[in-house]
C-alpha cells in the first residue's frame, strides 16, 4: 500500500481530555463487563464460564477420566480466554475447592490447596473434571437455548451465557472489584433459593420479608455462626447492600474434675486457619490476653482449633468476646448485589430481582428450548410420513430404484414428496423394509405429534410454561438440595469487657485489720482467716469476699471512696500494706468500710444518723490517690454500711427497737452527698441496722437468741423519714436483720464485728 504524499491529511486533532475520557470509559466497560462482575442469569464471570465450556467440549463429564488441568487450561486461554495461563488455572482451582465455593463445579483431583491458605500444586500435577452442579449449568446447551458468539480470533463460537438449571449466581456468590464499582454476593443454600423461587412463582408480589422465611441469610461453606438479626437482613436484602456479622462456632468441651477447654469447630468464610491461630498465638505471645494459656491447632478433615484457658474458674463468654474483638473469629461479610443484567449494563439489584432475572432466564431457556425440540420433532415427523409411504408402497417404490437411474424426481412425482423426503427414502436400508418397522413407525409419530402438541401448548401458554419451570425446580432441589451448614441467630448481646475481666479471675479473701492494714489471701476458706497474723494491738476489723478481677472499694470516715482492683492487693504474707500507704489519706482519716463493687450495679449508703442514698456502683471506684468525696456529712454523723441493692424495699431498724418498712424508690441516686433521712429519730439515737430486700424474700430478724421471718410487713410499712412501729413481741428487748453481717450483740455500739461481705 502506497503511504499519502501528507502525512498530515489523515491526522486528526482531537482534545487530549476528550480522547481519554473515551479510551478509559471503553476500558472500564470492558473490565466491568468482560472480566470482574457476574451475569445475572448463570451467575458466572467470562473466564469461568469459558472453563466449562472448554471443559465440555473436552468430554470432561462427572462419570468421565480426570484429565491434567493444564491441558484443560491450555484449550481455555488457546480457544477462548487469551489471558496468562497461572490466571486461568487460578480460577478453575477456585471452582474445585470445596471451603471457598459451596457447591463445587470443577471435580479436583490432587492437591487444590487447604483452609490454612496453602496453594495448589502446579497445573501439571493436578487433574479436573465437571461435577454433576457443573453439568446442570451446561444442560441443553446444544438445543438452541443460549446465544452463541465467535470466540477472539472468530476460529470457534461460545456461549454468551449458559442455560443455568442451577441457580449458581446465589448458591455460589461472587467477589470482583471493576473500575468504579465492585461486587460482593455471599454463598446461599441452594434449597432454600428454590424454595423462596417456589414462592415468587405461586405470588409475583410477595414482599422479600417473605422471601426471606425461605432464605434468611446466606450458607457458607465453612459454616460458623450469623449473628445478624432480621432488620439487619431485610435491610441488606432489601437495598443489595450492606454487612453481615459471621463468627466461629465454637462450644465447651469438659476434660473432668472441672476442666474445660474451647474448641471452635468451625471459622468465618475465606479466613485462613493457620493465619487465624498464629494472630492467637501472637495474643498469648505478647501477653496482650491473660485470658488463654494456649492455643492448639487439632484439626484433620474437620476444623478443630482448641484455646485453653489460663484458668478454670474464667468465664468462657467473656474469653470468646475477646476474642471475636481482637481476632478474626468474627469477621464483618460485605454484601453488595451488583450483577451483569441480560441487557449487558452493571446494576445494583435486590434478593427479590436477582431470583426474578434467573426465573425469567429460565423461561427463556424453556421457549427456546421448546421451539428447537418442536422444529425436530417436524422434521422427524416430515421423514417418517416418507418412511410410511415407502412402507405402505414397497413393491412400487422397489420397482422405480430399479427402473430408474435418477429414482428421486420420479418418486417426488409419484407420491407428491420433496427432495429431503426422496432423498431419505432412497437412503434406508433393507431391514427397516419389513412389516415390523411399520408399526414402530406409526408409533414414533404418534409419540412425537403428542409431544408436539404439549410443545405448542406451552408456547402458546405461559401457565403451563411456568408450571413446567416449577416442576424442573422442585427436580433440582431434591438433586442439589443439601443441609444448611452457617446457622442463622440473631444479634448477639454485646459482652462489655472490662479492664479488670481481662485479669485471671480467681477467688481471693480481702483482710482489713482495726489498724488500716490490708491484704488479701488466695480462696474463701474461713480456716484461713483464722490463721492469720496481726500487729500488736492490732486485730480483724473486715473480711471481704471477692474475685481478683473485682474493684474493691474502701470508705473512710471522712466519706471518701478509694478503689483498688483486687489482684494489686498486697498478698497474706506478713501483714499487708498500711491504707495510708497505698492511697492519699489526710491526716486521722481511716477506712470504716470496704466491698466488692459491680460498676453496673446499685448501692446503698446509710449513716448512723438516718440519713440514705443509693449510689452506682461506677461512683465508687476512682482512679485516683486522694479518692474521691461519696457522703458529706452531717456534724457528728458516721457511716453505717454501704451495700448491694438486692430488691425494691428498705428496711431500718433505729436503737429504740422501732423498725420501718418503705420503698427504695423514695431514696434519691446520688453521685454523692449527704441523702435523705431514712427515719425519724430521737435525740441521741441512731440507726442499728438496715436492708434493701424483695417483697418475695421479707424480712430476718435475729435477736441473739432466735430468728423469725415476716412476710406481711404492713404494720412497719410507712413513708421514709416515719417514726416506725414497734418490733414484734419477742424482739423488745432488739434486733438486726439476717443477712447485713451485723451482730445483735454489738449493733447498740454502732461496731459491725467480723463481716464478710458477699
Not at 475520557?21 to 476500558?27: C, F, G, H, S
Not at 423394509?433 to 405461559?462: C, V
Not at 488466695?522 to 481478683?548: N, W, Y
Not at 483498688?564 to 492511697?583: Q, T, V
Request: with cysteine; proline share 5%.
Amino acid at each position: 500500500m502506497k503511504p499519502p504524499e501528507n502525512i498530515g491529511d489523515v491526522i486528526q486533532e482531537v482534545p487530549l481530555r476528550l480522547e481519554l475520557e473515551t479510551r478509559y470509559l471503553a476500558y472500564a466497560l470492558s473490565t466491568i463487563i468482560s472480566r470482574s462482575l457476574p451475569d445475572v442469569r448463570d451467575g458466572l464471570k467470562p473466564v469461568h464460564r469459558r472453563i466449562l465450556y472448554a471443559m465440555r467440549i473436552l468430554r470432561l463429564d462427572a462419570t468421565s477420566p480426570h484429565k491434567k488441568s493444564a491441558r484443560v487450561v491450555g484449550d481455555v486461554i488457546g480457544k477462548f480466554h487469551p489471558h496468562g495461563d497461572q490466571a486461568a488455572y487460578d480460577a478453575m482451582v477456585r471452582l474445585a475447592q470445596e471451603f471457598a465455593v459451596r457447591y463445587p463445579l470443577v471435580d479436583g483431583q490432587g492437591n487444590f490447596g487447604n483452609i490454612d491458605g496453602d496453594g495448589p500444586a502446579a497445573m501439571r500435577y493436578t487433574e479436573a473434571r465437571l461435577t454433576l452442579i457443573a453439568q446442570a449449568m451446561l444442560e441443553d446447551l446444544d438445543r438452541d437455548t443460549v446465544d452463541l458468539v465467535p470466540t477472539y480470533d472468530g476460529s470457534l463460537q461460545e456461549p454468551v451465557v449458559l442455560p443455568a438449571r442451577f441457580p449458581n449466581l446465589l448458591a455460589n456468590g461472587s467477589t470482583g472489584i471493576a473500575v468504579g464499582m465492585s461486587t460482593a454476593i455471599p454463598p446461599h443454600n441452594v434449597g432454600e433459593i428454590i424454595d423462596a423461587c417456589l414462592l415468587l412463582l405461586e405470588d409475583r408480589k410477595v414482599p422479600i420479608a417473605s422471601l426471606l422465611e425461605k432464605l434468611p441469610g446466606p450458607d457458607f461453606p465453612t459454616g460458623g455462626v450469623l449473628v445478624s438479626d432480621s432488620k439487619e437482613r431485610l435491610l441488606v436484602y432489601q437495598t443489595g447492600r450492606g454487612t453481615l456479622r459471621l463468627r466461629a462456632r465454637w462450644n465447651v468441651e469438659s476434660l473432668g474434675r472441672g476442666l474445660w477447654n474451647l474448641v471452635v469447630t468451625e471459622i468465618p468464610y475465606q479466613i485462613p486457619k493457620s493465619r487465624l491461630i498464629e494472630r492467637i498465638a501472637h495474643l498469648i505471645v505478647e501477653r496482650k490476653t491473660p485470658l488463654l494459656s494456649d492455643v492448639r491447632d487439632e484439626s484433620d478433615a474437620l476444623v478443630r482449633i482448641v484455646l485453653e484457658p489460663r484458668s478454670n474458674r474464667l468465664d468462657p463468654e467473656v474469653i470468646m468476646a475477646y476474642l471475636f474483638r481482637h481476632t478474626e473469629l468474627e469477621v464483618r461479610i460485605p454484601i453488595n448485589l451488583n450483577v451483569i443484567t441480560a441487557a449487558t449494563r452493571p446494576e445494583l439489584m435486590n434478593l427479590k430481582e436477582l431470583l426474578v432475572a434467573w426465573l425469567e432466564h429460565r423461561f427463556e431457556v424453556h421457549t427456546r428450548r421448546a421451539r428447537f425440540d418442536l422444529k425436530e420433532i417436524g422434521e422427524r415427523l416430515h421423514l417418517l410420513a416418507a418412511y410410511l409411504i415407502a412402507h405402505l408402497n414397497i413393491d412400487e417404490v422397489v420397482a422405480i430404484i430399479k427402473e430408474y437411474d435418477h429414482p428421486a424426481p420420479v418418486l417426488m412425482k409419484r407420491f407428491s414428496l420433496d427432495d429431503i423426503q426422496a432423498e431419505a427414502i432412497l437412503n434406508m436400508r433393507l431391514r427397516y423394509l419389513r412389516r415390523l418397522e411399520e408399526i414402530n413407525i406409526r408409533k414414533e409419530m404418534a409419540d412425537k405429534q403428542a409431544i408436539a402438541a404439549q410443545l405448542q401448548a406451552m408456547l402458546a401458554d405461559a401457565t403451563l410454561m411456568w408450571s413446567a419451570i416449577r416442576k424442573e425446580l422442585i427436580h433440582t432441589r431434591k438433586e442439589f438440595s443439601d443441609p444448611r451448614r452457617t446457622l442463622i441467630a440473631d444479634a448477639a448481646p454485646e459482652v462489655s469487657l472490662k479492664p479488670e475481666d481481662l485479669v485471671q479471675k480467681e477467688p481471693v479473701t480481702v483482710i482489713l485489720s482495726q489498724q488500716g492494714w490490708v491484704r488479701s489471701i488466695k480462696g474463701h476458706d474461713p480456716e484461713s482467716i483464722k490463721k492469720l497474723r496481726f500487729k500488736e494491738e492490732d486485730g480483724l476489723f473486715m473480711v471481704v469476699l471477692a474475685q481478683t478481677n473485682d474493684m474493691i472499694s474502701f470508705i473512710s470516715a471522712a466519706g471518701k471512696a478509694f478503689a483498688i482492683l483486687a489482684d494489686r492487693l498486697p498478698s497474706g504474707k506478713g501483714y499487708g500494706e498500711h491504707m495510708g500507704g497505698m492511697f492519699e489519706m489526710e491526716d486521722g482519716d481511716r477506712i470504716v468500710w470496704a466491698l466488692a463493687v459491680a460498676s453496673e450495679r446499685e448501692y446503698f449508703v446509710a449513716t448512723k444518723q438516718g440519713q440514705g442514698f443509693r449510689v452506682k456502683g461506677v461512683d465508687l471506684v476512682t482512679s485516683h490517690r486522694r479518692g474521691k468525696q461519696l457522703i458529706v456529712y452531717k456534724e457528728g454523723d458516721t457511716l453505717l454500711h454501704v451495700h448491694l441493692v438486692q430488691g425494691d424495699w428498705v428496711g431500718s431498724i433505729v436503737q429504740s427497737r422501732r423498725l420501718l418498712v418503705c420503698s427504695l424508690e423514695e431514696f434519691p441516686l446520688l453521685g454523692r452527698g449527704k441523702g435523705v433521712r431514712i427515719q425519724k429519730l430521737l435525740r441521741g439515737e441512731h440507726l442499728i441496722d438496715l436492708i434493701t430486700f424483695t417483697a418475695e424474700q421479707g424480712l430476718t430478724l435475729d435477736s441473739g437468741r432466735k430468728t423469725r421471718q415476716l412476710m406481711d410487713l404492713t404494720p412497719w410499712t410507712a413513708s421514709r423519714a416515719s417514726r416506725g412501729a414497734m418490733l414484734p413481741h419477742g424482739f423488745l428487748s432488739g434486733a438486726v436483720f439476717v443477712g447485713t453481717g451485723v451482730s445483735p450483740q454489738e449493733a447498740g455500739k454502732g461496731y459491725t464485728g467480723d463481716l464478710f461481705e458477699s
